[in-house]
């Protein structure tokens, strides 16, 4: 016997059971199995072994457990003590939302365990480097995020951490300033630690430090002492304030230089302000330049507006703007079909310009959970603006393919999602309101915006796709070798965008790699063009 075999005959002896003690009489030797080999009570075991089989599902309810063995809700409510049993000893992992529904999941580490028939035992992390304690913690406060452990229990495992690693200057610098056993000035201070060292994050704000507490009397104490400046950690001259036109914004924090001193010397941190590193950053030195072919219309439209993103002017205009006492945000608008130029025209403009591209990765910032999305909306404006303070040159803020948060909101949203959307739009509204900097959003979709967001963009530029003679162009560009006939030719049969004739130019191209050079080129991009056509019009079906 194994223990998923143990497993599965409980789960089976338990449907219509009523965990009845005629259950328990017949599931008895498998039941202590599970008892002995993962060392758990009886009563622990069965749980354990009817939350194995939802191991598939990461949001398991109590219901759903009942609904498997076909029992009543009221009879698993009973094994509650049992479950938070399980929950200590980290075989399952509990959800507690705020709005008070709780739910489950079991680790894949403990299913290993049990695909190798041991029992699950968890980690000891002993002998760490300053770096990987700060990988461990980082999991810790992304379980508490996730409220899938209490504060209590954060602070259970976090002590074990330290306790596990006293060789380490940073474990022994944290007691001796004593505070092992001051548990709210101690999370605190580590969370500072690990958004400075994990995250790079030097502009904390409160919806960075909210989730840490679970009764929210404390966490209400403790953003009050932030907010006047009388926390422990100022005092300490480990956190400080950041700063706004030379005036203290008291609702902004980040790790002094005390405190990366005196606690965080083991970290090779030299290189922490270099943007080069950050994934969401495009430098405008690292742009390759590409010629684009535009419509009369839309190059008069994109040379003033390179114009107004040229250095002198922009400065200019941006003072005399905010003299006026005008909005001085500059936000534009690229709308019109796939493949015409939008994105590449920002960073075009970027390389053109000296303006560095700060990147919007919009999957990233929706969240499964209730307020975390609105939380990285903020967070991520709040960068843009730390970012725009530490540039010599103010960066663009990209929304690529911004059609998913900027299309019309819902009225009356009901659902949860939907008022997430629509509670996202309205931050995103208000920041565009207050911008003192550069967003450029693109999208495919203009027809479905919402009225809110076209009142907000300054510029507006259409992209057509290109007329014949741009088509020519684009072509002989893409592929020099073609003669002007032949350019025609295809620019007059195949009414594509830049895009699709950019692919067709790397289909080409890599035909020449692979089977050398064709004898009859144009018969050759006929076909290229043709298949390009076909899987234009194949996706376009999609959904309809």
């Not at 419509?295 to 008069?300: D, E, L, R, Y």
Request: aromatic letters at 10%; one cysteine or more.
């Amino acid at each position: 016997m194994d223990l998923f075999t143990a497993i599965e005959q409980i789960v089976d002896l338990a449907k219509d059971s009523q965990l009845n003690k005629e259950f328990y009489r017949k599931a008895d030797k498998y039941i202590k199995y599970v008892s002995e080999k993962m060392e758990l009570t009886k009563e622990q075991s069965v749980m354990m072994a009817l939350f194995v089989n939802r191991s598939d599902d990461n949001h398991i309810l109590i219901r759903y457990i009942s609904g498997d063995i076909n029992c009543p809700t009221i009879r698993i409510l009973r094994y509650l003590k049992d479950i938070e049993e399980l929950e200590k000893k980290e075989f399952i992992r509990c959800c507690r939302e705020r709005r008070g529904k709780i739910s489950y999941r079991v680790p894949y580490d403990v299913i290993e365990a049990f695909k190798r028939d041991e029992k699950y035992v968890p980690r000891k992390c002993t002998n760490l480097t300053c770096a990987e304690l700060f990988s461990e913690l980082e999991d810790i406060f992304e379980l508490r995020q996730d409220n899938e452990i209490t504060f209590d229990a954060m602070c259970q495992k976090v002590k074990s951490l330290l306790n596990d690693n006293p060789q380490l200057q940073f474990t022994k610098a944290i007691k001796q300033q004593g505070w092992e056993d001051i548990e709210e000035e101690l999370m605190l201070f580590l969370l500072f630690c690990h958004l400075y060292v994990n995250n790079n994050d030097n502009n904390i704000r409160f919806h960075d430090l909210d989730f840490l507490y679970d009764d929210k009397r404390i966490w209400n104490r403790v953003k009050n002492e932030l907010a006047r400046g009388s926390h422990e950690l100022f005092a300490y001259e480990i956190i400080e304030n950041n700063n706004d036109d030379g005036m203290v914004d008291r609702e902004s924090f980040r790790l002094a230089q005390k405190g990366k001193d005196e606690y965080l010397s083991e970290l090779d941190l030299r290189n922490r302000a270099n943007n080069d590193q950050r994934k969401d950053i495009v430098k405008c030195e690292k742009i390759v330049e590409k010629k684009l072919f535009y419509g009369k219309n839309i190059q008069v439209q994109i040379d003033e507006l390179s114009q107004l993103l040229d250095k002198p002017h922009y400065q200019e205009v941006h003072t005399r703007m905010k003299d006026s006492g005008f909005r001085c945000g500059f936000t534009c608008l690229f709308y019109g079909a796939p493949g015409t130029g939008k994105t590449e025209t920002v960073l075009q403009l970027a390389r053109k310009t000296g303006r560095d591209i700060m990147l919007v990765n919009i999957s990233q910032i929706k969240s499964c959970w209730v307020g975390e999305s609105e939380k990285n909306i903020k967070r991520l404006f709040d960068n843009y603006r730390e970012l725009v303070k530490k540039s010599e040159v103010t960066p663009i803020l990209l929304f690529n393919e911004a059609d998913a948060i900027i299309n019309k909101r819902m009225e009356g949203a009901q659902s949860a999602v939907n008022k997430m959307e629509n509670s996202m739009q309205n931050i995103i509204l208000q920041e565009m309101e207050n911008l003192d900097g550069i967003l450029i959003a693109t999208t495919n979709l203009a027809g479905n915006m919402d009225k809110a967001f076209e009142r907000r963009f300054l510029y507006k530029i259409k992209f057509e796709k290109p007329t014949l003679e741009a088509r020519m162009s684009i072509w002989h560009t893409m592929i020099p070798s073609l003669e002007e006939n032949v350019t025609r030719a295809l620019a007059t049969k195949y009414d594509f965008s830049g895009g699709q004739i950019e692919n067709i130019a790397r289909h080409y191209t890599i035909g020449n790699i692979l089977h050398g050079k064709s004898e009859n080129i144009i018969e050759e991009l006929s076909s290229y063009c043709d298949s390009e056509r076909l899987e234009t019009k194949e996706m376009r079906k999609i959904g309809f």
